[in-house]
């Protein structure tokens, strides 16, 4: 595994692991579970003091997990599609035998009973689940900055930030302390993270992976997807996740394509479209440098580029920010320390445990959001802004929809700048918000994107594009991507 020096930026020495790989040597008797389960821990061990990406370790699941798979290979059964491969979960998804955090003091203690449908699809394929992962708190920050148990450093340059709020699963995969994890994404905090840690980051259409078990921050946009090495690990652990769930009424009845086989399809053809709003003034010379050589890369494959426009965009972030506010506001309310986490052990009154426990268990960001989003849905706001951000929110997938009926997909950067230092932004919280611009949109419209890899700036830190495709159509996204990640090789 790489080495992360305390003073440099760091890559990987060696190539990653990845999932057919890790099952293919499971399969032959190469390694065996139990030991790859066991060198990723002693990965975790020396090289997560450093990066603070996990937050708890699940070793005795995990060795039953491992265990169960080495029985069925000694039998010769057939093994699962994940069977052996070690994955970590952000902690706002719940799991036995872990706690549940969301990286919050009011969750402190907090131990589910049972597994979120994405976690219990993991499970099912055979994966080994090393643990959970930090991340903002709430899911509520773009640089991992925000969580109650200390920041995330990105592996690439570790007095940077890995992007948030999936940022401990982003940094434990550019790390190697794990084949793939799993993050969520409300406004970009899969493909952000995916960009500022130089890995794979998919997100996927609204409905397509089941929410439940997920601790809601904003239930119309937040997404469940994974983090990789590569495009086709990301088509392998979609494969698994998608589909409906019954515990989850907003999860589609969609079939789920073989999105691993899609990628041997040529890209040849294919539309993209660049739109001129993601190129403006605020972008960093380097990413646009980096963004204009992946269409020059998709060109070559026998893609044709178009101009396509998405004037609502100039809107997004202030859309997003009333929106998730709101939804925020409603959702939070439910922690009150009455059933479970935190409890203000010297309150004189119901009343006064209620404010005490939420003084002190909420954050700093937690508690701005869910003052905006109570002030935008009060009596007397709520048509000047709840109601309006909803119309707006309307007009921008409008955007995408007449986009897409003349393009297949569309290629714009993943963030506006290469990842931040440390502290840079924490004074400033709009600077932290607008690190969202490019990806707040695919949230309100429904669809789906990912972040692949796409070059390193002059200091060494990757830089991410960003391709957005149709509602359901993450086949045609992971194909594009792969022809990204190939161009590179």
Request: charged share 20%; aromatic share 6%.
């Amino acid at each position: 595994m790489a080495e992360l020096k305390s003073d440099s930026i760091t890559a990987p020495q060696v190539a990653p692991l990845t999932i057919r790989a890790a099952r293919l040597a499971i399969a032959s008797g190469e390694t065996n579970a139990v030991a790859l389960a066991e060198s990723y821990y002693q990965t975790i061990s020396a090289e997560d003091p450093k990066v603070h990406a996990w937050l708890a370790l699940s070793r005795e699941r995990a060795m039953e997990q491992a265990a169960r798979i080495d029985d069925m290979a000694k039998r010769g059964e057939a093994l699962p599609r994940l069977a052996g491969v070690p994955i970590g979960i952000k902690d706002v998804l719940v799991m036995q035998g872990a706690p549940a955090t969301a990286g919050s003091k009011i969750l402190e203690g907090y131990r589910p009973p049972y597994d979120a449908t994405a976690v219990a699809r993991l499970d099912a394929a055979g994966a080994v689940l090393l643990g959970k992962l930090n991340c903002d708190e709430f899911a509520m920050g773009s640089s991992n900055e925000n969580s109650a148990y200390g920041p995330v450093h990105n592996p690439r340059a570790l007095d940077r930030v890995p992007g948030g709020s999936s940022g401990g699963s982003a940094a434990a995969v550019a790390a190697n302390m794990a084949v793939a994890t799993l993050g969520t994404d409300t406004g970009g905090s899969i493909r952000q993270p995916a960009s500022f840690c130089g890995v794979v980051g998919l997100l996927p259409t609204y409905g397509r992976v089941s929410r439940y078990g997920l601790i809601a921050f904003a239930s119309s946009l937040d997404r469940v997807g994974p983090f990789a090495h590569t495009v086709e690990d990301a088509a392998i652990l979609l494969g698994v996740l998608a589909g409906p769930d019954p515990m989850d009424a907003t999860s589609a009845q969609q079939p789920v394509p073989d999105y691993a086989a899609a990628l041997e399809a040529p890209a040849k053809g294919l539309r993209i479209g660049i739109p001129d709003e993601y190129f403006a003034e605020g972008l960093d010379p380097e990413v646009r440098a980096a963004v204009e050589k992946t269409a020059d890369a998709l060109r070559a494959a026998g893609c044709t580029l178009h101009k396509v426009s998405l004037p609502h965009t100039r809107y997004a972030v202030a859309t997003y920010y009333v929106l998730a506010t709101a939804e925020a506001s409603s959702n939070l309310a439910r922690f009150d320390g009455v059933r479970y986490g935190l409890r203000a052990a010297d309150a004189a009154s119901l009343g006064s445990m209620y404010r005490k426990t939420r003084d002190q268990g909420f954050g700093k960001e937690v508690k701005r959001r869910i003052l905006l989003g109570t002030y935008v849905l009060s009596a007397g706001y709520y048509d000047a802004y709840y109601r309006k951000a909803q119309q707006v929110r309307t007009l921008l997938t409008r955007d995408f929809l007449h986009a897409f009926t003349h393009v297949d997909a569309i290629l714009t950067p993943t963030a506006p700048t290469p990842a931040f230092r440390l502290g840079e932004k924490t004074d400033d919280p709009l600077a932290m918000y607008l690190a969202d611009i490019y990806t707040v949109t695919a949230n309100l419209a429904g669809i789906c994107g990912i972040s692949v890899p796409s070059g390193n700036s002059s200091a060494g830190l990757p830089i991410g594009a960003q391709i957005l495709g149709k509602h359901f159509d993450e086949a045609t996204v992971l194909r594009l991507a792969h022809t990204v990640e190939q161009s590179q090789r």
